[in-house]
């Protein structure tokens, strides 16, 4: 299958431009930024190989149609002009999954309903039969996105969101998602060859297993499945993905011989680090992190880039202290990092009235459904002065 299909990569919101530039490194050209994603022409095998390698992506959508949809039966006539072939066949089970924001329809179900109704009819007409819907284990998952009148079916080609790396079998409450956190490895400019690199609060430890894959040149999808592989077309395909995936795992082999990186994962609590080791292992990295338990507010300082994501959002209290005093000591004790950065997520207002420091970068993003900002701050002092007034 040689031909190009129009694609879009979904990302968390504000990190599209890092999403751009990492589909360019894999070999993407004419790229459309969007909000929340990149729209671009590819071929299936350059889809697969994004879905095996990008970090930062959460989808890979295959656009299979789209239209004006004043009213639903606009959702049926479009059901009725998908391409079948190569993507449905009569054997396959499929299923939609519908995506409404738009103030003139309410029902999402019945939008279903319609495109769907359109679908099978059109593969009555192909084949004189139908595929049947299955929605538990479908071979075929269609996302059917209505937003402002403009309808669009996607083809979802990673099947599980692509943040599911596989490798946390076990986690803490609220962890953050793969993929932002290695959105935020790619904003905090980490060099693994020359920077140490520490989570201060890593959790389940997901920024210091991220960190690990990109040092190991680990394809962060190299453990899991995806959608396509249960396409029909995807038999004419295998040979090219299991090239993909013998490629990838030949790099992550070469990478390792002559791997240099320090990465380190703190935590105050012993049952997050437990973890957290637990979750590198079955990564393949626990080897190339140090862990440890510790206090951040007590973390000798030392040069590195620290990329975290501490307490935020619940009423609670950290060492004792209320969350604002909290990241006010934090801004206070990091800054006697020299020559260091912190990328870190948090609220805006806890970020911008507590830490005391004007950041280089700020991102709007979301952290599931809490709205959240994430900055970067150049530490030390040669950046004393971009430190906003302090408290003392
Ligand atoms: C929001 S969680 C981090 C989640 C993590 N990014 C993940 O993916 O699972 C915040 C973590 O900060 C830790 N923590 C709180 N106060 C701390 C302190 N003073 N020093 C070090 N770690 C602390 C908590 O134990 C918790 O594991």
């Known amino acids: 299958m040689t031909d190009q299909f129009p694609l879009l990569a979904t990302c968390a919101r504000g990190f599209e431009t890092q999403l751009d530039i990492e589909l360019h490194a894999l070999g993407v050209e004419n790229t459309l930024i969007a909000s ?53 066949s009569p054997s396959s089970t499929f299923c939609i999954r519908a995506h409404v924001n738009d103030k003139k329809f ?103 297993i991220e960190a690990a894959l990109v040092a190991t040149h680990t394809a962060p999808g190299i453990q899991r499945h995806f959608g396509f592989e249960t396409l029909p077309c995807f038999p004419e395909n295998a040979s090219d993905w299991r090239m993909l995936r013998e490629e990838a795992k030949d790099l992550t082999r070469r990478a390792r011989k002559s791997l240099s990186t ?75 990092f020299d020559n260091s950065s912190l990328t870190i997520i948090s609220t805006p207002e806890l970020l911008k009235k507590n830490m005391h420091m004007k950041p280089s970068e700020r991102i709007a993003t979301f952290n599931g459904p809490i709205p959240c900002e994430v900055a970067r701050y150049q530490l030390g002092k040669r950046n004393a002065n971009t430190h906003e007034n302090d408290k003392s």
């Open 262 to 336: 320090s990465i380190r994962a703190i935590d105050i609590d012993a049952s997050a680090l437990d973890i957290a080791q637990n979750n590198a292992q079955t990564a393949g990295v626990s080897d190339l992190i140090e862990f440890s338990q510790g206090d951040i507010l007590k973390l000798r300082p030392t040069e590195a880039v620290l990329v975290t994501n501490p307490p935020y959002g619940e009423r609670i209290t950290v060492n004792d202290l209320d969350l604002p005093e909290f990241y006010y000591q934090l801004g206070r004790h990091l800054r006697t």
């Open 36 to 88: 929340g994603g990149i729209r671009f022409d590819a071929s299936f095998k350059t889809a697969m190989k994004l879905c095996l390698w990008s970090r930062i992506a959460n989808k890979i959508e295959l656009l299979l149609g789209e239209c004006y949809a004043p009213h639903e039966d606009a959702l049926y006539d479009l059901g009725k002009s998908l391409p079948l072939d190569p993507w449905f």
């Open 106 to 208: 309410t029902n999402s179900v019945y939008l279903s309903q319609k495109l769907k109704d359109g679908l099978v009819d059109r593969m009555r007409e192909k084949w004189g039969q139908r595929a049947s819907v299955d929605t538990v284990r479908p071979d075929i998952v269609l996302g059917l996105q209505v937003i402002q009148r403009r309808a669009r079916v996607f083809l979802e080609l990673q099947g599980d969101p692509l943040n599911m790396r596989g490798y946390r079998r076990r986690q803490l409450q609220a962890p953050i998602r793969e993929t932002l956190a290695a959105s935020m490895i790619a904003v905090s400019g980490w060099s693994p060859e020359n920077d140490m690199f520490i989570d201060p609060m890593c959790g389940s430890g997901t920024f210091a």
